[in-house]
């Protein structure tokens, strides 16, 4: 069964005849070839699948793509504007906010829905808005000092 | 050699280089200056020969190979992988500095078999202080060719020449230069490193040592950077395979016809192995549901509660990894005598990435893409499985999303070329959570028994250490004990009898975390009994220079006030050694008595490693070791029962948070002079008694089981 499945992706519109029960994950990851999101627990647990869909911050996991018709919808391949950073990524680079970077996807755009919902958070807001995703190298207390820095740096309304 | 082999190799203080005769490659690579160093030929190596004496190695030709390109770029090749430890900026920096060339000149190609000299694996960091030397003999070997032909170019004595940011030129005058790149054109120059070449004077360093930044990190936060699961073939088939429920359970009867019904589905059945392959991944799975299977189940086995009683009856002969003085004679003179027994649970590795494989199995040759920390283990896995000769198997390893030990065992990449060899097409097998859960090599149970004693003065008269199925890494104990013995008995296999009931393997410094846990408790117990502070105790007790000298830093840093523990400070310490590091950390915790659970709020950890090749990096392993470290010493436990794992995915087997994590500091300690050692591992085998030992500083409360869950700090705040 195919549904005609239409959003905007990574500031591109898009248009997909695909079962609109299969889940946002694995269609961005093959049918679209957007690789960055990742795969790492298929029920929600670790975030290293999450994506923006009209700007908040959700995991692809759990969404079936028939959910984001209509919507608009950012990978990490798409938070880049012509070849510059976005400050959460420049952040995560300098303060070396990441070792394996398989969870780091996920992290930078938890990150920017955080900044998105909350422009100036504590540092326990930060901790709070990143409680549920997991890393296993041990990268937390970097990805936390990238995303205060982030956050400074975007004050000036980025 | 076997994967088997390898892992048990791996709980060992050992060394483990075994070159292998493999030439052809050169010829692809064109021009240029390249350099082969056998680290049989080299200090180090004569140790990693003695370590392979009377194992099965590879004929000795290389370990180490680079090449200058005709262009003046400097390729290092290895086969050491990328996992998040760092070496993809480390060994290219170690490079740089003594080749005189500047950092952006330098790529490091690893983990591929057809490209890179063979290598054992990635683990027991074993990168920086093993394959390290090699790699900067080659370099230095380079040098010394480029300065032989820059000599012969400007026609001007050697000794008057000087290298610098990929030029050479005459010091007297500077216009007189060529560059790597112009002396290396049009050469084919093959060079095998005879003997110990003359190495860079450390004083004269300018790159190594100084903090770098990741290279790898621009395209980790832009989603560029590839992992075996992120591979795409053309025509290439997911799979997903049907699983046993249990450990032991055996393939009754399967029904795939529902299956076969399906649309764009295949199935295919070889021996136990039935899989379905779909174009698209989450079709493979849905139809994997439909496929009906019957499982005859193992008897009833043991569970997370009897695997102690069940490992000790196995009872396995141990070996005294470490003896001095009388054990008889120590007794006598002791005043008060400790006996305590120590336990620790399964630990997954947990890595966020999933073993995943991409596999293309033609005619006559195979490419495989694996997460691997062991490409070469792998291909010979892989020949085997499909009956091609190793050197038509070619694997290489792009990122790998975390290792931590876990993926030295390769049984995706095997069922991804089984399958791909089956349907003709390249097949992609990336494994489920649960599937992760279920085949991880988890760091084994184990029980350590400790008999020590101290005299009237405080001093440890008698220490007799017994470990079961840990591994004997970080056994031995280093403290100035007049009589002691340390019995490793078997990490153990996993089989009947008393065996693991399932596989098990290195984790992140295996052995150590266990050992450690156990030997700092008891120091800190008798440490009490003597009626001294934690920290006293352990230097009155200590004679290795660089073990005090990392003890001292730490509770320097630290602010450190002797008192006698409990002091209700919740102030825990613990010291140790792995991979040739001496670390000693000293943190602060709360303890929330009637949640049972722990906040450590504070963690100051110092650490000699040698040389720090690249500040940066060793200061983020070390962050990671104590952040990964609060998980095994608070949460972290595989639930099991009669061969069902029972964990399959993070709701239940936590993790450590965001929230979780204290302050972090770090003190390297300037080691110039030694030899760099490891880091990705040292700092987190302290994290289990450190942790311990300030509950018992804040509580009275002593707790001798690992993880130190809600539930069983509750239990000994009761009991103290």
Known sequence: ?158 | MTTEDYVALDFKDSMELFPQNRREFLRRLGGGIFIFVTLGELAIGQEAGRQRGGRQGGPADFNAFLRIGEDGRVTGFTGKIEMGQGPITSLAQMLAEELDTPLDTVEMIMGDTERCPWDMGTFGSMTTRSFGPALLAAAAEAKTVLMELAAEALQVPQEWLVAKDGVIFDGRNKDQRRTYGQLAKGQKIERHLQGKPTLKDVAKFTVVGKPLLRRDGRDKVTGKAQYAGDLREPDMLYAKLLRPPAHGAKLKNVDTAPVKAMAGVQVIQDGDMVAVLHEFPDMAEKALEKIKAEFDLPDPTVDDKTIFDHLLKADPQGRAVAEGGDLAEGRKLASKIIEQTYLNSYVAHAAMETHSALAKVEADKATIWASTQNPFGAQGEIAGAIGLPAQKVRVITPFVGGGFGGKTRNTQAVEAARLSKAVGKPVQVVWSRAEEFFYDTFRPAAIVKINSGIDGSGKMVFWDYDVLCAGERGAAQFYAIPNHRTTARPSGRQGAGGGHPFATGAWRAPGNNTNTFARESQIDIMAAAAGMDPVEFRLKNLSDPRMIRVLEAAAERFGWTPAKSPSKRGYGVACGADAGTYVASIIEADVDANKGTVQVKRVVCAQDMGLVINPEGAQIQLEGCVTMGLGYALTEEVHFKDGKVLDNNFDTYELPRFSWVPKIETVLIDAKDSPPQGGGEPAIILMGAVIANAIYDRTGARLLQLPMTPERIQAAIQKA
């Not at chain 1, 950073?85 to 780091?104: I, R, Y």
């Not at chain 1, 920017?112 to 919902?117: D, S």
Request: charged share 25%.
């Open chain 1, 1 to 158: 069964m195919t549904d005609a499945i239409a959003f905007k992706l990574n500031n591109k519109p898009v248009r997909l005849n695909v079962d609109g029960d299969r889940l946002l994950l694995w269609v961005l990851r093959t049918d679209l070839g957007l690789t960055g999101t990742k795969f790492g627990c298929g029920e929600g647990h670790c975030g290293s699948c999450t994506v923006l869909l009209n700007g908040v911050a959700v995991r692809s996991c759990l969404r079936k793509v028939k959910d984001v018709q209509d919507k608009e919808v950012v990978t990490i391949e798409g938070l880049a504007k012509e070849g510059r950073l976005h400050p959460v990524q420049q952040a995560f680079m300098e303060h070396d906010a990441l070792q394996c970077g398989f969870c780091t996807p996920g992290m930078v755009l938890t990150a920017v829905g955080l900044l998105t919902k909350n422009p100036t958070p504590t540092r326990e807001q930060i901790i709070r808005g990143m409680e549920q995703n997991l890393c296993r190298c041990g990268a937390h207390t970097r990805i936390v000092d990238a995303i205060q820095t982030a956050a400074g740096e975007m004050k000036g309304g980025r």
